[in-house]
């Protein structure tokens, strides 16, 4: 079974609007992690927002904020403000286990999302 | 400071030829990590290591070798290359569970 799914192939915004891509999980360990990291077309991976299992509040980072809803195994990632530098392909990470464990290095993606902005 | 540095950026391999994707990270991270990156596929685990002399498979391994002597190095081997293995290939490392990854700026590899 996919461990981390998103559904959405493709999403389109326009700019200066807010766009949520989504993310469903499935884990049966109380202790994850969920993570969204952001690949230009150049290539590069870049980390935007962090989530824990245990955490009370939904993570924020500037204009990315994570949907999380735990009981439905959600952890959406909503773009506030979309700007045209955004267009690039969206991916959706868990890492599950606790430290120490061998398991714990190991980060799960999802196929990913690809955003386009348009003017 | 540099991060996590990959080498080489780009590769063309022969069937059956062998060769080492270099990674390097001076941030003393203990997580380190592979990936490679297939269209439509997102990124998959090929090894991962928690430590100097700690490693393990990941969700990819068959067809690769990694070995973790130091902290900084994590090399991974394509012991004979094969057309299935034409990816991007991704290093990453991280200190922390709630730490984020960082990645190299990966490698495309290119197996005839």
């Known amino acids: 079974a996919q461990k981390i799914t998103q559904t959405q192939p493709g999403m389109f915004v326009q700019e200066k609007e807010a766009v949520t891509l989504d993310c469903t999980y499935d884990?049966?360990?109380?202790?994850?992690?969920l993570f969204w990291y952001k690949q230009p077309s150049s290539g590069e991976m870049i980390f935007l927002i962090y989530?824990?299992?245990?955490?009370?509040q939904n993570a924020t980072e500037g204009r990315y904020s994570l949907n999380f809803q735990k009981a439905r195994k959600s952890a959406n990632l909503v773009i506030s403000a979309s700007q045209l530098g955004d267009s690039a392909m969206y991916f959706c990470?868990?890492?599950?286990?606790?430290?120490?464990?061998?398991?714990?290095?190991?980060?799960?993606f999802g196929q990913g999302t690809i955003l386009t902005v348009h003017p | 400071n540099a991060g996590v540095t990959q080498t080489p950026k780009f590769q063309v391999l022969k069937t059956g030829q062998s060769m080492t994707l270099q990674c390097a990270q001076d941030?003393?991270?203990?997580?380190m990590s592979w990936y490679r990156q297939d269209p439509g596929m997102g990124l998959r685990l090929i090894h991962y290591?928690?430590?100097?002399?700690?490693?393990d498979q990941g969700e990819v391994p068959n067809g690769y070798n990694v070995s973790r002597s130091t902290t900084e190095d994590f090399p991974l081997r394509l012991l004979s290359a094969a057309p299935s293995q034409t990816s991007v290939y991704f290093c990453a490392s991280s200190r922390a569970r709630e730490s984020p990854l960082h990645f190299g700026n990966g490698t495309r590899l290119t197996v005839t």
């Open positions: 941030m003393n991270h203990e997580y």
């Open positions: 990470a868990m890492r599950e286990g606790r430290p120490g464990g061998t398991s714990y290095g190991k980060l799960t």
């Open positions: 290591s928690v430590g100097a002399g700690i490693t």
């Open positions: 884990t049966s360990d109380p202790s994850y992690g």
């Open positions: 989530q824990g299992s245990y955490d009370q």
